[in-house]
């Protein structure tokens, strides 16, 4: 939890060069891992991020590797996935103009 926090602060710092690189080293080393408690480690950083990390900047950077990751074949990552999906994102943000949210 503590991570999250020290992660959460430095993004709300606002410097944006850091932030793309805290971000694509989340999806590298946890996202792409060949270890599922990483994958699933990423999923549960998603669903905390999206409190500090403006919604676009998930959209653009995070929310790619969590969608590869539904299709996860270990259960509790993909059950991880859904809870962010689910849950944690806002629905009036992320909801199908097609769709009734």
């Known amino acids: 939890i ?3 926090v020290v992660l959460s ?3 709300l710092a606002e410097d944006t060069i850091l932030t793309q690189y805290l971000l694509n ?3 590298e080393k946890l996202a792409e ?3 599922w408690s990483r994958r699933q480690t990423f999923g ?3 669903s905390v991020l999206l409190t500090s990390l403006h919604y676009t900047k998930f959209s653009q950077d995070l929310l790619p590797h969590l969608l590869e990751l539904v299709k ?4 509790n990552v993909r059950l991880q996935v859904a809870r962010v999906l689910g849950q944690d994102l806002p629905d009036e943000l992320y909801c199908d103009e097609n769709l009734a949210c």
């Open 2 to 4: 503590s991570a999250t």
């Open 9 to 11: 602060n430095m993004i």
């Open 25 to 27: 080293q989340l999806a």
């Open 33 to 35: 891992s060949t270890h």
């Open 44 to 46: 549960i950083l998603c």
């Open 72 to 75: 996860d074949r270990v259960p």
